[in-house]
C-alpha cells in the first residue's frame, strides 16, 4: 500500500515524484516503469542534447506554442513556467544554456546530466523506482469506506490513495483510461517532415534558407473533418527551411506539421503548400524589383545575385522559371521575369507523405482537456486521480516546449496531489 503510485518513469513521472516527496517527506511513493530504464524519451531528446525548455518566460507567448492545450495552459503557466524549470535545475547544480533560438540545454549538452539530476534527486529522497513493471489495469476500489486506486502490474496487485498517470503516449493506458470513464481524442504524430520530390530541391539538401510555407486547404476532405471542424484556410508559418534529401525540413515546415497535426492527417499525408523563398516580397513587388534589375544589369540571370537566397536555390529556380544558364538581363522576357517571381514567391509543391524528424517527435491527442481540473490536474471525472505529460492532449512545436509541459504538469499535479494528502490526513 503506497500513498501515491506514479506509473510511467519518464520526464512528467519523475518531475511529479519528486516534488511530492520534496513537499512531503512522509509520503510514501513509488514510480512504476515499464520498461528496463527510465527516462528514454530524455536519454533521446534534441538529439541527446535534451531541449529541456525554452528562453520564452512570459506565460501567453509561452502558451501560444501548442497546437493543442493554448488556452488550458495559460493559467498553469502563471504558476509554473520556464523560468522555474531553470531554477529547478540551477538549484541542483545543473546549468542551463541558451541558444540563439530560444531553445535551452544542459551547459554539458548531454541528456545525461538531466537524467543523473533526476536519479540522485530520487535516491535522496526515497522515491521506490520500479522498473519492469508494467500497469495492466486500474480499479478505483472502495475499502473500510475509503477510496482507493487498485494497480495491476503483471500477476500482482499494488494499492494507493492517490495515483498519477504520466505514461505518454502509450494508446494501451489510453484504453484503460477510457475505461475508467475518461475520454480520449484520438492520437495522431505531430513534429514530421514533409515528403517532397521535386526538379526544384532535389539537388540541393542542406540548403536552408528563411521561408514562409502555406498549406493549400483542400476543398472538400470529407464528414469526419467537417465533424472536427478542420480548416487548413489558416495553416501558414514562417521560419528557418531546411531542404533534405526527402523534401523539406526546418521549424518552418515542423511548425506547420504541429499546427495541421490533425487535418494533415485527414489529408493522408498528400497536400501541396505554397512557398514564399523571400517572405519580405509579395509577387508584384517582386516583379518590380525584377523588372528595376532588367534596366541596369548585363550579365546573365543565372549568375546575378538580386535576393538574399542561396545560390543554388536561386540557380535552380531561374531554371524552373524556363530562363536558360545563358540568358542575360537585357534578354530576359517581362513574362519570364513574372514567372520567376511567382516561382520565388509562390512556388508550389506537392506533399507526398511524412518522415520523423530525428530531434524530436511527439503525439498529439489524449485524454479530454474537458476532463482535467487545470489548477490541480486532477481528474474532473475521478477523484484521486492525476495527469502529468503527454497523456493528455497537450503538445507543442519543436523547441523545449513539450517538455516544459511535462514539468508544469508535472509540478502542479505534484501540488495537487500534497494537498489532497494532507486534507485526508488532518
Ligand atoms: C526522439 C525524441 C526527441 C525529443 N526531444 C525533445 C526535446 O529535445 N525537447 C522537448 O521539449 N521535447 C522533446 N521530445 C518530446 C518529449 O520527449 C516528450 O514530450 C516527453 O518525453 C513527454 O514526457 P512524459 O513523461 O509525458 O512521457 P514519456 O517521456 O513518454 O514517459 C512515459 C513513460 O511511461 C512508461 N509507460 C508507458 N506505459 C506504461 C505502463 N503501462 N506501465 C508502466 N510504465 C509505462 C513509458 O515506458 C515511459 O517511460 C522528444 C521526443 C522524442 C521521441
Sequence with gaps: MYDVLVIGGGAAGFYAAIHIAESRPQTKIAILERGKEVLTKVKVSGGGRC?????????????????????????????????????????????L?????????????????IIDCFLSEADRLGIQVKTHCSVTGIEHIEEAGTKKWKVAVGDSFMFCNKLVLATGSNPKMWNYIE???????PPVPSLFTFNIKDERIVDIPGVATHAEVKVIPKK???????????DASSLTSEGPLLV???GMSGPAILKLSAWGARILEQYNYQFRIQVNWVPEYHQDGLLALLLKVKQVEKKTVLRTKVLDIPKR?????VNASGIEDTVTW???????????????????????GKSTFKEEFVTAGGVNLKEINF????SKILTGLYFAGEIINVDAITGGFNFQNAWTGGFIAAKGVVNDLNTNSE
Design 51 to 95: 531541449n529541456v525548455t525554452h528562453a520564452e518566460f512570459n506565460p501567453s507567448d509561452l502558451s501560444k506554442n501548442y497546437p493543442r492545450g493554448e488556452k488550458e495552459l495559460l493559467g498553469p503557466f502563471h504558476t509554473y513556467a520556464s523560468g522555474d524549470t531553470v531554477g529547478f535545475f540551477e538549484e541542483r547544480g545543473v546549468a
Design 97 to 113: 544554456k541558451i541558444e540563439d533560438d530560444g531553445r535551452m540545454f544542459p551547459v554539458s549538452n548531454s541528456s545525461q546530466t
Design 179 to 185: 475505461s475508467l470513464g475518461h475520454t480520449i481524442v
Design 220 to 230: 472538400s476532405i470529407g464528414k469526419k473533418s467537417s465533424r472536427l471542424k478542420l
Design 244 to 246: 533534405t534529401h526527402w
Design 313 to 317: 536555390l536561386w540557380a535552380n529556380l
Design 330 to 352: 537585357p534578354a530576359v522576357s517581362k513574362q519570364q521575369l513574372t514567372i520567376l517571381a511567382e516561382q520565388l514567391t509562390a512556388g508550389i509543391f506537392q506533399v507526398n
Design 375 to 378: 489548477k490541480t490536474y486532477e
